[in-house]
């Protein structure tokens, strides 16, 4: 069979947080406080799966080309399939991040030289070292103007370990600054003496960091919210600027910097950025040119990915926007992850050429959503690459991306102000319209939540995720809300249950068995924001009461409304115990199963406060939650701050691959352990990490006085021994420590 000896792309996911400091390909090094940091570019080396001799595996036939991707080199077509198929590099986007040395022509006629019946691994890597050079030269670090050590928002943070550790992550803007670099920059294809998949940008920006070394559109969101509190508007212009210039010379802005993300956008969030920043700075000036290329924007998102939907409840019709991207053919960054997607050696009937163009052209509109991927938009959930042939992004009318293009057209009615009451009229107007397809078609009046609404069965989903909270955070407040504060706290219920059942976060969804990096047990840094942001839009009147409580012979998820999670107490995930028993998952259901409750609060979840309403405890704990999974997870790799927190010894760095690591910032978590990262999905977890900074200094920033020291689980090598160290001991300013009941250990290993 043409991939049978291929091996079926697969992740283990045991501790996440065993990643190799190693995993971040850039190293910067550098003290906070200072500007210009000293890049080093670590080039992956070529590491085949099978021997240099062997000879690679028959092909499929080739996609069709895609006529949205500029070039032969970087784009669906043989050279690419070929590297990709004899699996070079441990991750696709390596190869397609690699300038070559040599013209498009010379490297063209260089591969044509191979007759593909017969050509060896090591030919393959010989052909790749010799044409190609490092990934990411085509980058340099960059300065930051104006960069301030002590920026007024840490006098928000009263914990003097917290308020250094916003301060030591506040310093990581310096580390992931990036400028293009001109020297290293290929002449415009095809007849320049070398060609490269990057987006040149004329100015400074913010990278996620890892593998996602070039500017990204919506991890920019909330890098900006970050940069913000670090005073660095200079920055957030030069991020608006770059996201201006691609608007002009695409008509809209792609998912990342690299040629093969033109095909796709992000979340719309440009317009809230713009927003922000002249909020915050008072600076008008940027919106001659913003406003002109935020009409470009809406106009992309209206002709391209907007469409009509009659709604089976009132039989209204409205136009409402979908995630819905024109490919046929792998996304270049995941060659070999769609391709054995596609041509998977398990598949008892193969799938038809137009069945892989749909399938193709479903895995680019995941990946436009930002959730790529995840049980939402899986017509059958299911482990592995047969969930993920049943993707139905193109068919679903999605929550969060209706709420955001309703609150883009209010900002910018409100950026337009009385200059120009046309075109402000008109923008709220088309915003009234969304909202009331949001009302009709996605919010569910009984369940107290909102559900993307299905195009295939015309009828919402009864998946519930984090996407529920996105219409709040946007300022749509259903009525049903509004009517009582047990309605209102109906709505934030699982948020509740979630950390008194849990020790993290809130996980996408609590769908927990697909391996998709977009479900549980991940908690990701952007939801966690969006939570705390709509919890504070609830008007106050709704929130003077404290937390309900459920009857004694009941747990937390006795008080979400009848049918919200469309999963019983019994089917939740299970949360793992502690040492010996990690093997155990803690009581599932009644009260014995919120084995985080503790007297007015949660473990980690801050300090009670006298007259404390609903809402403001909600917040507390959420914040508190996610401070202690960003900090334990960042000391459990290695993370120290001198005279407040000492570095693990080198017995429980060892527990994380973590010897000779200063601590990473992982972009997602695990809902189930605050020592670890999130897993799953098709590449390994990435540490840096944009938006995770950015949302931990607006946190520090906005919840400083209520911050309390988390008390980190301790490190287990197996689920069968106990560790001998202590608890880590971030102990509050007040001296009292929280012991931490439980902790989570997962070991598992999901295909992708």
């Known amino acids: 069979m043409m991939v049978s000896s291929l091996k079926a792309a697969a992740v283990v996911a045991g501790l996440i947080h065993t990643i190799l400091a190693a995993i971040i390909g850039t190293t910067t090094t550098t003290t906070p406080g200072t500007a210009v ?45 070929t590297v990709n198929v004899a699996q070079v590099y441990t991750d696709p986007k390596t190869f397609v991040d690699k300038p070559t040395s040599k013209s498009s ?103 996620p960091g890892g593998r996602f070394r070039e500017q990204y559109y919506w991890d920019s969101y909330w890098i900006i919210q970050g940069l913000i509190q670090s005073e660095l508007y200079e920055t957030v212009n030069a991020t608006l600027q770059n996201f201006m210039d691609e608007v002009e010379g695409f008509g809209f802005i792609p998912n990342g910097g690299r040629i093969y993300y033109l095909n796709r956008s992000q979340p719309p969030l440009f317009i809230h950025m713009v927003y922000d920043y002249v909020n915050v700075t008072g600076d008008t000036s940027i919106l001659q040119r913003a406003l002109l290329l935020a009409e470009a ?40 992850t769609d391709y054995l997607t596609i041509h998977d050696p398990t598949l008892s009937t193969p799938l038809t050429d137009s069945q892989a163009a749909e399938l193709y052209s479903e895995l680019a509109s995941g990946a436009e959503t930002g959730w790529d991927y995840s049980s939402r938009f899986e017509a059958i959930p299911q482990l592995g690459n047969p969930g993920l042939r049943s993707l139905n992004v193109k068919n679903n009318i999605p929550i969060c991306l209706n709420s955001i293009l309703y609150r883009a057209r209010i900002l910018l009615s409100e950026l337009y102000g009385t200059s120009n009451a046309t075109a402000s009229s008109t923008h709220l107007q088309v915003a009234a319209g969304i909202r009331a397809g949001i009302l009709d078609l996605l919010w569910d009046p009984a369940k107290l939540a909102f559900y993307d609404f299905n195009l295939t069965s015309n009828a919402r989903n009864d998946i519930f995720t984090a ?11 259903p009525n049903e809300i509004l009517a009582s504060q047990s309605n209102a706290f109906g709505y934030f219920a699982a948020v509740n249950l979630v950390v008194n059942k849990y020790n993290g976060t809130v996980p996408v969804t609590f769908i927990d068995w697909t391996g998709l990096q977009w479900d549980a047990p991940n908690s990701w840094p952007p939801l966690q924001y969006i939570i705390m942001q709509a919890l504070r839009t609830i008007p106050s009147n709704l929130t003077t009461n404290g937390l309900p409580t459920p009857s004694s012979d009941q747990s937390t998820y006795d008080l979400v409304p009848a049918g919200q999670l469309a999963l019983t107490e019994a089917q939740l995930p299970g949360q793992p115990l502690l040492g010996a028993q990690a093997n155990q998952n803690a009581t599932a259901t009644g009260p014995a199963a919120d084995i985080n409750k503790l007297s007015g609060t949660v473990v980690n979840g801050g300090n009670a406060t006298a007259g404390e309403g609903w809402r403001d405890t909600l917040q507390r704990e959420m914040a508190n939650r996610y401070y202690a999974s960003v900090l334990c997870s960042w000391h459990a790799t290695g993370g120290s701050i001198p005279g407040l927190l000492p570095q693990l010894p080198a017995s429980e760095l060892n527990l994380t691959n973590s010897i000779g690591n200063t601590g990473n910032m992982f972009e997602k978590f695990s809902n189930l352990n605050i020592d670890s990262s999130g897993y799953g999905g ?46 880590v001991g971030l102990q509050a300013s007040s001296g009292t420590v929280i012991t931490a009941v439980v902790m989570a250990f997962m070991a598992h290993a999901f295909l992708l």
């Open 37 to 81: 940091p000293t890049l080093t570019i670590s080039t992956a080396v070529a590491s085949p799966s099978a021997s240099l001799g062997a000879t690679l595996p028959s092909q499929a036939q080739l996609p069709p080309s895609q006529g949205w991707c500029i070039g032969q080199i970087f784009c669906a077509g043989s050279l690419l399939q």
């Open 682 to 727: 098709e590449y390994t977890v990435q540490a840096g990490f944009g938006w995770t900074n950015g949302v931990l200094l607006w946190v520090a920033s906005t919840y400083g006085e209520k911050l309390v020291a988390p008390q980190c689980p301790p490190l287990v090598a197996t689920t069968t021994t106990t560790s001998t160290s202590a608890a």
């Open 297 to 336: 924007e809406l106009a992309w998102w209206a002709n391209n990915r907007t469409i009509e939907v009659t709604s089976p409840y009132t039989n209204q019709s409205y136009m409402m926007a979908h995630y819905a991207v024109n490919n046929a053919a792998p996304r270049p960054e995941s060659y070999l």
């Open 105 to 207: 022509q010379q490297v063209l006629a260089d591969f044509s030289n191979f007759n593909l019946s017969t050509v060896t691994e090591g030919q393959i890597v010989n052909f790749v070292d010799s044409d190609f050079l490092g990934e990411g030269l085509e980058l340099e670090a960059a300065a930051l103007t104006n960069f301030n050590p002590t920026p007024a928002f840490l006098n928000n943070v009263t914990d003097p370990l917290l308020k250094a550790f916003a301060q030591t992550v506040h310093g990581y803007w310096t580390q992931l600054a990036r400028d293009t670099n001109q020297s290293a920059i290929c002449d415009e294809y095809p007849g320049g003496t070398c060609e490269s998949s990057l987006i040149p940008l004329n100015h400074t920006f913010i990278i």
């Open 467 to 477: 996407a529920t909270f996105y219409p709040v955070w946007n300022g749509i407040i």
